[in-house]
């Protein structure tokens, strides 16, 4: 289930070479890259069932419709069976859903039969939000709705999984990402609804997971902490449109509560 991830600016071919044999050695569902690696993991990986996931107007979402389509048919031509493009978040919020159908719409196109994963970026969208951004993916041809980049305000909530899965049912597919480096979010997560995990930690999740599984243990939900489940949690005035941080606000204390 989990999307075996490396999307540093940074990275090297030699670490790039390092995830794909990590991906090999636990067979993780796909690798994840930046659009320039495609080829080159394509190499490393063809001769198994590893999916090879590229992103698409990454981290920001902001380019042009054309620009995704490119960058899609040149993922797709290196080797890439997956495509995780970010929606144009800009437009959304301005309320201009045709835009962001259509930008989308082009992508899946564009893609020529691989997946399309549409991230939302959750964290700039209140609750109402992400339930049209869902709605919106899901009619223009996507084939699941993820959570986050990892670079933007928030990573990966159980709330918004829940709110996420609800909302397209079970005919998409729901990818949560951002800050998953352990077992116990891993398990709430997909227990939350989503059927992939994007991680960089994706070695480190099945090791702590196979050590608890051996050790005869298992996760109380008492001893979770609300701040690190709820999206509240990971409010931030200063990354956050000031009516989605109140938004959060509201709702932080709305749990305070109850």
């Known amino acids: 289930m989990i999307d075996h991830t490396n999307l540093k600016p940074f990275s090297s071919k030699k670490e790039i070479n390092k995830l794909c044999e990590e991906a090999l050695k636990y067979n993780f569902a796909a690798v994840c890259v930046n659009s320039s690696h495609v080829a080159f993991c394509k190499d490393i990986i063809k001769k198994s069932e590893i999916g090879l996931a590229s992103v698409v107007g990454f981290p920001l979402g902001a380019c042009t419709t054309q620009t995704k389509e490119f960058e899609t048919a040149e993922a797709v031509k290196n080797g890439a069976n997956e495509i995780d493009m970010v929606m144009n978040i800009g437009s959304f919020r301005d309320g201009d859903y045709t835009a962001v159908g259509n930008d989308i719409a082009k992508v ?44 933007g ?95 959060y606000m509201q709702k932080r204390k709305e749990f305070k509560k109850s």
């Open 108 to 151: 899946v196109q564009a893609a020529d039969g691989a997946s399309v994963k549409v991230i939302l970026e959750t964290g700039f969208l209140t609750d109402n939000q992400i339930v049209k951004a869902c709605e919106i993916a899901k009619e223009s041809g996507a084939h699941f709705v993820k959570t986050s980049t990892g670079f």
């Open 153 to 247: 305000p928030m990573g990966a909530f159980y709330d918004h999984v829940v709110l996420m899965r609800k909302t397209v049912g079970k005919e998409l597919g729901v990818k949560a990402a951002g800050g998953i480096r352990d077992a116990r979010t891993a398990v709430r997560l997909v227990n939350a609804g989503a059927n992939r995990l994007g991680a960089s930690a994706g070695v480190a999740i099945i090791k702590d997971l196979t050590k608890i599984i051996e050790d005869g243990e298992w996760f109380l939900s008492s001893e979770d902490k609300p701040e690190d489940i709820y999206s509240w949690g990971a409010a931030d005035s200063k990354k956050q449109p000031k009516d989605v941080y109140d938004f």
